[in-house]
């Protein structure tokens, strides 16, 4: 089964400081790999994805992430963090062809934005 | 387009009491999923359904129960609640292999 890990609990960015999240996901093949983001009260929408092909890829409010095979990685990182990116980001694996049993998310990441 | 939609949007709970969690999709989507989400444990799965009349459990499902009549609804029910499920319950649809959340409904079991 698939498994995925972000081991910062809480971080404290900046605003207008650059931004790395940290995930790491266990597989024993090329998954398909997310992140989520969620307001407070709110759901949570999706920030990209990566199914297959650039391992850098781009998706909403300016962010970005890296799918890093070698290090089972897939990282998001945006260059300039606002305010309003203050959120929990969620990321998640699903394996191809699973789509049934929906995604295993990690535990999250807060992220405090600091003025 | 509304996507998903929960109801209620929250609500308090006896324990003991039986509670029906809404949930409604205009997507289409064949797939459904209910997850529960506590702090400190992220997002777990609690049921899921691949298509209209078919049902499957995840990772958490003791003491909950799903049906699927049709496309569009996948009411999550609590037989009997207890503290334990006091918890943020989300409901999510498939398509393209991407998850659409609803709103999320905070129930909490006394």
């Known amino acids: 089964a698939q498994s995925v890990t972000q081991p910062d609990i809480h971080i404290t960015v900046s605003e207008g400081a650059s931004l790395e999240l940290r995930c790491n996901y266990s597989?024993?093949?090329?998954?398909?790999l997310f992140w989520y983001v969620q307001s407070p009260g709110q759901g949570l929408q999706l920030l990209l994805k990566?199914?297959?092909?650039?391992?850098l890829v781009q998706g909403i409010k300016g962010f970005e992430a890296e799918f890093k095979r070698s290090q089972s990685s897939f990282n998001l990182r945006k260059p300039s963090v606002h305010w309003s990116d203050a959120a929990e980001y969620f990321c998640?694996?699903?394996?191809?062809?699973?789509?049934?049993?929906?995604?295993?998310f990690g535990k999250g990441t807060h992220l405090i934005i600091q003025p | 387009i509304a996507g998903i939609t929960q109801a209620p949007t929250s609500q308090i709970l006896a324990a003991g009491r039986r509670m029906t969690l809404r949930c409604t999709q205009d997507?289409?989507?064949?797939?459904m999923y209910w997850y529960r989400q506590d702090l400190g444990l992220g997002l777990r799965l609690i049921h899921y359904?691949?298509?209209?009349?078919?049902?499957g459990k995840g990772e958490v499902p003791d003491g909950y129960s799903v049906s699927r009549a049709n496309t569009d609804d996948f009411p999550l029910t609590l037989a009997s609640a207890v503290p334990s499920q006091t918890s943020v319950y989300f409901c999510?649809?498939?398509?393209?292999?991407?998850?659409?959340f609803g709103p999320g409904t905070r129930l909490t079991v006394l």
């Open positions: 999510a649809s498939s398509g393209d292999r991407v998850l659409f």
């Open positions: 597989y024993g093949a090329t998954p398909y």
């Open positions: 990566y199914f297959s092909g650039d391992t």
């Open positions: 998640a694996v699903g394996t191809p062809g699973g789509g049934a049993d929906g995604l295993t």
């Open positions: 997507m289409r989507h064949n797939a």
């Open positions: 359904s691949n298509t209209a009349g078919t049902t």
